[in-house]
Structures are given as structure tokens and as C-alpha cells.
């Protein structure tokens, strides 16, 4: 800068030429940081505001129907093999036996190179249910979520119907059976039959020492290609939005319903009258082999369902208030709502789907067990806890389900251990606080958590199920020790 005087006299300063451009670049500096500011202000803003939206959407938005129909994905590329021959299987059981059968079936189906036909359900059976595959699974979505495995049928080719005078050859595997079995006693069974039909499919294929390739299979099955119908799932996501809505939820699995009572010969807690109903009813069904039980044999080795009354117990020592909301996941309860009367008043807030739902809503579900559990099976998925009161199919197969989610609080009744607390409190020998004590600390390893598949040789009724606890889904090699634990050894010899 230099002073300079005009011609009048005044003084007067002059900016030096080289100084005006840095003016210039400060302004525009400073135009560049308010626009930075602005621009993050706005976008701090936008977060905020989205925020705000995910707290106040209540938390089963992820397990309800997208409010947005996407296209469908792409289709798989078809697998390319020469076919042995035709699978055709007529599943047994109710809804969750069967669902763990025909994952059994399809990873057969792939070990052997066959064609599988969409499997029959059972129909004869005591619930006698004439629900067909596609009234309860999307039979679409299922011969396309799997067609780079296998291919999957309708029907049997018309040349194979017995009004051409072909008769299929008709047989049950073995149950619990390898995969030697399978390949060494019936592949070569197709050499002479283009179809053969598996009329038992329950338990046919092994829990454990299985390649890791086809207990993939099975994976893939039971948490991909088996959807429910868009009428089930549609009316089971509303199930679950309106038990939300009404806050946390106990999705209980109560098995004390007439078919189960007779089939095992339990009957603690049930009149005389009851007991020979339930006896009358075990020897109408000449498959159920058992005729002659005596029940409180069973029930010390627990092997009965727990009643509405034990079951309240059970409840109120595993610290559940008065005001949990238990959703009953069940049939009809044997002795209805006289045997549920306890149950009820320690729980008030118990509910059922035909009391959730308008009547309309579930007519077209009347009559058909299957669909019914289906419902059941949703609820039971979507739950905070799940506590099934017998280990039965619809238990097992929760569980495993709920590993799979994410290892879901599932409370895995100790009914052995249970019937000698509940009988030591009832007779004097244990006071409450003792007996509460005694069932939670049974159960403090017994709440879903990551464990091992426990393996019995020579005994496959008597290890862990696979769907009970499909491991081989959710891990693999290291990272199976990362989550079970390396030294957690599940061999049993």
C-alpha cells in the first residue's frame, strides 16, 4: 500500500494491484463454505426426519407383507441333468411333519438325479384335512426357487397314470436311512421303474452325517422354496401387526388337544370319563401302534404335554407377569375353556386367532388344520418368546426356524425335571420361591441360545432333530466354532 495525495491535497491510501484478487478468491471462499453448510444442514435434516419416521413405524414392519410389490426376481438357470426317473411321495402327518418331509424328499430327489412331483398331503389322517400342496404352499415359487437343483412336476406324465395301465411301483424307505442307502438300494431300483412312490416320508432321511452339500439342500427347502399361499401369508401378517399393536407377545405352543392326549396315553388332570374318550380314540387308529399306556409313567419321564394348569405354574416361576400377552398357538384345547380357566386367570390377557380375527376371515380356513397352523406357525416365528409345552413337530421345527432368525428367545421346556418340581411344590416340599427358583435355573441354558446339534450313534430317534437345530444353515467350518464353540463337543457314543 502506498499514500498518494491528490491534486486538491487529500490524502489518500491506494490498494496495491495484487491484492484485489485475493479479495476476489476470499469472497468466493466464502460463498463455497455457505453452500457446504447449507447443503450438510439439509442433509442432517433429511437423516433426522427419516429417523424419526423408523421409531415411530412399530417394530413388525419387517415382518409383515411389503406395502410395495417388487417384480419377481430373475428366474435360476435350470440345472442340467439327465433324469433316473420319476419321485412321486404321499407325505404323512400334520402340517410341520410334512413341511420337514418334503425337504427330505426334494434333497433325495437331488442325490438321485430324479424328477420330483409335487408332493400329495395327507389326507386320511385324524385331522383329515383335504388340503392339497398348492392350498397351502406357493407351488410357483417352489418348483422355481429350486430348478437349479431339480426339476420339479405337477403331475406324473400321462403315460404313467394307471389309466394306461401302468402300475407304479409304491414303497417307504427306511426310516432315519444314509445317503448309501439311497444310492446303493434305490437308485438301482430305476433301472426297472421310471416312477416310484415314496408312501411314507416321515423321518426318512438321516439327522446327521449327511454331506454338507445336501443338508444345504435341505436348507434352501425349508427357509426358501417352501412360501405359503399370498391368502395365508396375507391373513398371518395380520395376525402378527395386530398382536404388535397390542405390545410384546408369548407365542405359546400348547399341545393338550384331544389327538395328542390319545395318541400318547396322557391323561394327568383329565375326569375318568375323559381318560376312556382318549382311550377309545387311541384304539380307533390302528396306526397309532401304543394301545395300552399307562400315563403317569410317561408323564415322570416326561413324556406328556404339560396341562393349562401346569402350564400357568411353569409361567408364573419363569417370571412372566399377569399382564404378558400370550397368543395360544393350538387347536381346540382338550376340555376347552373349563381345562383353560387357570391358565386364564393367572393370564388375562391370553388370546387365539378366532378372537384377533373377524369370523369371515377365517372361513375359508375352517376345516383345514393344515392352513390353521400355518397361521399358527407365522405367529409362532414372529413372537418375543416361544414356548412350546411338548416337543412335537410344530416345537421342533419353530425352533429351528427361530435359530435361524437370529437365535430367538425360544424356552425349551424341561418336562422331565419339570412334573418332579410342580409335584415337590404341590405337596408341601417345596415353597414357592424355591420351586421358582428350581424351574429358572433348569432353564438358563434351555432359551434357544447357539448350540451343537447333539449326535447319538446307532439311536436317531434319540439325538437332535435336524430341523430342530439346522446348524449347517446358518454356519459352516470356522465360523460354526466361532459361533457354537470349538471344544462344544454334540457326539454322544
Given at each position: 500500500?502506498?499514500?498518494?495525495?491528490?491534486?486538491?491535497?487529500?490524502?489518500?491510501?491506494?490498494?496495491?494491484?495484487?491484492?484485489a484478487?485475493?479479495?476476489?478468491?476470499?469472497?468466493r471462499?466464502?460463498?463455497?463454505?455457505?453452500?457446504?453448510?447449507?447443503?450438510?444442514?439439509?442433509?442432517?435434516?433429511?437423516?433426522?426426519?427419516?429417523?424419526?419416521?423408523?421409531?415411530?413405524?412399530?417394530?413388525?414392519?419387517?415382518?409383515?407383507?411389503?406395502?410395495?410389490?417388487?417384480?419377481?426376481?430373475?428366474?435360476?438357470?435350470?440345472?442340467?441333468?439327465?433324469?433316473?426317473?420319476?419321485l412321486?411321495?404321499?407325505?404323512?402327518?400334520?402340517?410341520?411333519?410334512?413341511?420337514?418331509?418334503?425337504?427330505?424328499m426334494?434333497?433325495?430327489?437331488?442325490?438321485?438325479?430324479?424328477?420330483?412331483?409335487?408332493?400329495?398331503?395327507?389326507?386320511?389322517?385324524?385331522?383329515?384335512?383335504?388340503?392339497?400342496?398348492?392350498?397351502?404352499f406357493?407351488?410357483?415359487?417352489?418348483?422355481?426357487?429350486?430348478?437349479d437343483?431339480?426339476?420339479?412336476?405337477?403331475?406324473?406324465?400321462?403315460?404313467?397314470?394307471?389309466?394306461?395301465?401302468?402300475?407304479?411301483?409304491?414303497?417307504?424307505?427306511?426310516?432315519?436311512?444314509?445317503?448309501?442307502?439311497?444310492?446303493?438300494?434305490?437308485?438301482?431300483?430305476?433301472?426297472?421303474?421310471?416312477?416310484?412312490?415314496?408312501?411314507?416320508?416321515?423321518?426318512?432321511?438321516?439327522?446327521?452325517?449327511?454331506?454338507?452339500?445336501?443338508?444345504?439342500?435341505?436348507?434352501?427347502?425349508?427357509f426358501?422354496?417352501?412360501?405359503?399361499?399370498?391368502?395365508?401369508?396375507?391373513?398371518?401378517?395380520?395376525?402378527?401387526?395386530?398382536?404388535?399393536?397390542?405390545?410384546?407377545?408369548?407365542?405359546?405352543?400348547?399341545?393338550?388337544?384331544?389327538?395328542?392326549?390319545?395318541?400318547?396315553?396322557?391323561?394327568?388332570?383329565?375326569?375318568?370319563?375323559?381318560?376312556?374318550?382318549?382311550?377309545?380314540?387311541?384304539?380307533?387308529?390302528?396306526?397309532?401302534?401304543?394301545?395300552?399306556?399307562?400315563?403317569?409313567?410317561?408323564?415322570?419321564?416326561?413324556?406328556?404335554?404339560?396341562?393349562?394348569?401346569?402350564?400357568?405354574?411353569?409361567?408364573?416361576?419363569?417370571?412372566?407377569?399377569?399382564?404378558?400377552?400370550?397368543?395360544?398357538?393350538?387347536?381346540?384345547?382338550?376340555?376347552?375353556?373349563?381345562?383353560?380357566?387357570?391358565?386364564?386367570?393367572?393370564?388375562?390377557?391370553?388370546?387365539?386367532?378366532?378372537?384377533?380375527?373377524?369370523?369371515?376371515?377365517l372361513?375359508?380356513?375352517?376345516?383345514h388344520?393344515?392352513?390353521?397352523?400355518?397361521?399358527?406357525?407365522?405367529?409362532?416365528?414372529?413372537?418375543?418368546?416361544?414356548?412350546?409345552?411338548?416337543?412335537?413337530?410344530?416345537?421342533?421345527?419353530?425352533?429351528?426356524?427361530?435359530?435361524?432368525?437370529?437365535?430367538?428367545?425360544?424356552?425349551?421346556?424341561?418336562?422331565?425335571?419339570?412334573?418332579?418340581?410342580?409335584?415337590?411344590?404341590?405337596?408341601?416340599?417345596?415353597?414357592?420361591?424355591?420351586?421358582?427358583?428350581?424351574?429358572?435355573?433348569?432353564?438358563?441354558?434351555?432359551?434357544?441360545?447357539?448350540?451343537?446339534?447333539?449326535?447319538?450313534?446307532?439311536?436317531?430317534?434319540?439325538?437332535?432333530?435336524?430341523?430342530?437345530?439346522?446348524?449347517?444353515?446358518?454356519?459352516?467350518?470356522?465360523?460354526?466354532?466361532?459361533?457354537?464353540?470349538?471344544?462344544?463337543?454334540?457326539s454322544?457314543?
Amino acid at each position: 500500500m502506498e499514500v498518494v495525495r491528490s491534486e486538491s491535497g487529500v490524502r489518500s491510501e491506494k490498494i496495491a494491484a495484487p491484492v484485489a484478487p485475493v479479495i476476489a478468491r476470499t469472497k468466493r471462499l466464502q460463498v463455497w463454505f455457505i453452500r457446504v453448510c447449507s447443503s450438510i444442514l439439509v442433509w442432517t435434516c433429511l437423516v433426522q426426519l427419516l429417523t424419526v419416521g423408523k421409531l415411530w413405524h412399530p417394530s413388525f414392519i419387517n415382518i409383515t407383507a411389503p406395502s410395495v410389490k417388487h417384480p419377481p426376481p430373475p428366474l435360476l438357470p435350470l440345472r442340467n441333468y439327465t433324469s433316473n426317473g420319476y419321485l412321486k411321495v404321499s407325505c404323512n402327518g400334520g402340517l410341520n411333519q410334512m413341511r420337514s418331509a418334503i425337504c427330505d424328499m426334494v434333497a433325495i430327489a437331488r442325490l438321485l438325479n430324479l424328477t420330483l412331483v409335487v408332493p400329495e398331503l395327507d389326507k386320511t389322517s385324524f385331522w383329515a384335512d383335504n388340503s392339497t400342496f398348492e392350498d397351502i404352499f406357493d407351488v410357483k415359487h417352489f418348483i422355481d426357487s429350486l430348478r437349479d437343483e431339480i426339476r420339479i412336476v405337477r403331475r406324473l406324465p400321462k403315460r404313467f397314470s394307471s389309466k394306461y395301465g401302468y402300475k407304479v411301483f409304491e414303497m417307504p424307505p427306511v426310516s432315519w436311512s444314509s445317503e448309501e442307502y439311497y444310492l446303493q438300494q434305490i437308485l438301482p431300483l430305476f433301472s426297472k421303474q421310471k416312477v416310484l412312490h415314496f408312501n411314507k416320508t416321515d423321518a426318512r432321511l438321516a439327522n446327521n452325517r449327511v454331506s454338507i452339500d445336501l443338508q444345504k439342500v435341505r436348507c434352501r427347502v425349508t427357509f426358501q422354496a417352501l412360501k405359503f399361499t399370498p391368502e395365508i401369508e396375507s391373513l398371518g401378517y395380520k395376525l402378527v401387526h395386530v398382536l404388535h399393536e397390542r405390545g410384546p407377545f408369548v407365542a405359546l405352543h400348547m399341545r393338550y388337544e384331544m389327538d395328542m392326549l390319545a395318541f400318547s396315553g396322557c391323561t394327568h388332570g383329565c375326569t375318568k370319563e375323559e381318560a376312556e374318550e382318549l382311550k377309545r380314540l387311541r384304539y380307533a387308529y390302528p396306526w397309532w401302534r401304543e394301545k395300552e399306556i399307562v400315563s403317569e409313567e410317561r408323564r415322570s419321564k416326561g413324556l406328556c404335554p404339560l396341562t393349562p394348569e401346569e402350564t400357568a405354574l411353569i409361567l408364573q416361576a419363569l417370571g412372566f407377569d399377569k399382564d404378558t400377552q400370550i397368543y395360544i398357538a393350538a387347536g381346540e384345547i382338550y376340555g376347552s375353556e373349563r381345562r383353560l380357566a387357570v391358565l386364564r386367570a393367572a393370564y388375562p390377557r391370553i388370546v387365539k386367532k378366532e378372537m384377533l380375527l373377524d369370523s369371515g376371515e377365517l372361513q375359508q380356513f375352517q376345516n383345514h388344520s393344515s392352513q390353521m397352523a400355518a397361521l399358527d406357525f407365522m405367529v409362532s416365528l414372529a413372537s418375543d418368546t416361544f414356548i412350546p409345552t411338548y416337543d412335537g413337530n410344530m416345537a421342533k421345527v419353530v425352533e429351528g426356524h427361530r435359530r435361524y432368525l437370529g437365535f430367538k428367545k425360544t424356552i425349551l421346556l424341561d418336562r422331565k425335571r419339570l412334573v418332579e418340581f410342580l409335584d415337590l411344590h404341590q405337596n408341601g416340599t417345596l415353597t414357592w420361591n424355591e420351586f421358582a427358583f428350581a424351574v429358572r435355573s433348569a432353564h438358563e441354558k434351555r432359551m434357544g441360545q447357539p448350540t451343537r446339534r447333539r449326535v447319538i450313534a446307532d439311536k436317531p430317534k434319540e439325538e437332535d432333530y435336524f430341523y430342530a437345530n439346522p446348524q449347517e444353515c446358518f454356519c459352516e467350518g470356522p465360523s460354526c466354532d466361532d459361533l457354537l464353540g470349538p471344544g462344544n463337543s454334540s457326539s454322544v457314543p
